[in-house]
Nanobody, 125 residues
Framework: QVQLVESGGGLVQAGGSLRLSCAAS????????MAWFRQAPGKEREFVAY????????DYTESVQGRFTTSRDNAKNTVYLQMNNLKPEDTAVYYC??????????????????WGQGTQVTVSS
């Protein structure tokens, strides 16, 4: 069983930055792709960013392109989300997720097998 633990959330003013971390348990971290999702109050969980197993391929939802960067350190079993120029509309609970299948869609909540507990990001205007 894989456990994912997010950290780094908090309250920040618009234009500020935060760096989220997601630490994974287990010995298979380096062979699986990872993603970040977020869920704002009253809204569905949505895709934010994706990174493949070796970190050479990333993908972002349009609203965060150029502001957010995801990376990973397989030696530390950790994936990161650097968030710059934050906007009030980025306010949400952010989740990291691990995908162990090669089928389905990287953008779909249903295609991820393991989830962290989430970390709150609040951006004030």
């Amino acid at each position: 069983q894989v456990q994912l633990v997010e950290s780094g959330g908090g309250l920040v003013q618009a234009g500020g930055s935060l760096r989220l971390s997601c630490a994974a348990s287990g010995r298979t971290f380096s062979i699986h792709s990872m993603a970040w999702f977020r869920q704002a109050p009253g809204k569905e969980r949505e895709f934010v960013a994706y990174i493949n197993n070796n970190g050479f391929s990333t993908d972002y939802t349009e609203s965060v392109q150029g502001r957010f960067t995801t990376s990973r350190d397989n030696a530390k079993n950790t994936v990161y989300l650097q968030m710059n120029n934050l906007k009030p509309e980025d306010t949400a609970v952010y989740y990291c997720a691990q995908r162990t299948s090669y089928t389905g869609s990287r953008y779909s909540v249903q295609d991820y097998n393991y989830w962290g507990q989430g970390t709150q990001v609040t951006v004030s205007s």
